[in-house]
């Protein structure tokens, strides 16, 4: 089954705790993001990648870290984190992440992953 | 920045149809609108996307105006299932960015 999974899905922690959230795409995307939800401020973005090594900072991306290693792999890092990182978190992979990429722009999401910063 | 912007709900009887407007005036090129809808916490899933012309498929339909500053999402038949968010996204003429507004929730009522 195509499918993104991110784990872990629920994580309780303390501040400054360095810790990491896995996503991992079966479906050969190129295109891989992250994003955060809170309430009242929707979905954003926080980095992306279009490629193997290849990661770049979307609207908010203090505090995080990312690598792509390898094509289906793009862990969240949070080196020291802080009660304001308390959020849903939401990986997508799309086949493409070109201007004018159509349909090949289409972003699957795993299910999220709800993370709690004391 | 190319930005998006949705009324942030609106109601709409089961069976009617529902229409979502989406404002995006500043953008530009051959960058692409995108639905998506969110039920509950769930990831958003993908509806539909357009460029210039109107598009149908067996979700909803967009229609894009002809200056393409705004779009609407129409959902010809709503359903209770069709309670959700609804995201109208931009993805940038460099690639990689991709802007969420802050959605529409959607209430279908009986």
């Known amino acids: 089954e195509a499918q993104v999974t991110q784990n872990p899905r629920y994580l309780i922690t303390v501040t400054g705790k360095k810790l990491t959230v896995t996503c991992s795409q079966n479906m050969n995307h190129e295109y891989m993001s992250w994003y955060r939800q809170d309430p009242g401020l929707g979905l954003r973005q926080i980095y992306y990648?279009?490629?193997?090594?290849?990661?770049d900072k979307g609207d908010v991306p203090e505090g995080y870290k990312v690598s792509r290693k390898e094509k289906r792999n793009f862990p969240l890092i949070l080196e020291s984190p802080s009660p304001n990182q308390t959020s849903l978190y939401f990986c997508a992979s799309s086949k493409k992440g070109l201007a004018g990429g159509g349909r090949f722009n289409e972003q699957f999401f795993g299910p999220g992953t709800r993370l709690t910063v004391l | 920045d190319a930005k998006t912007t949705q009324p942030p709900s609106m109601d709409c009887a089961e069976g009617r149809a529902a229409n979502l407007p989406c404002n995006h005036s500043t953008i530009s090129g051959n960058e692409y609108v995108y639905w998506y809808r969110q039920i509950h916490s769930q990831g958003p899933q993908y509806i539909i996307h357009g460029l210039k012309n109107n598009e149908t498929n067996e979700m909803a339909s967009l229609i894009i105006t002809e200056d393409r500053k705004s779009s609407t999402l129409i959902l010809p038949h709503a359903t209770l299932r069709d309670t959700a968010v609804y995201y109208c996204?931009?993805?940038?003429?460099?690639?990689?960015?991709?802007?969420f507004g802050q959605g529409t929730e959607l209430s279908v009522k009986p």
């Open positions: 996204t931009i993805f940038y003429n460099q690639g990689g960015k991709l802007i």
């Open positions: 990648s279009m490629n193997v090594e290849v990661t």
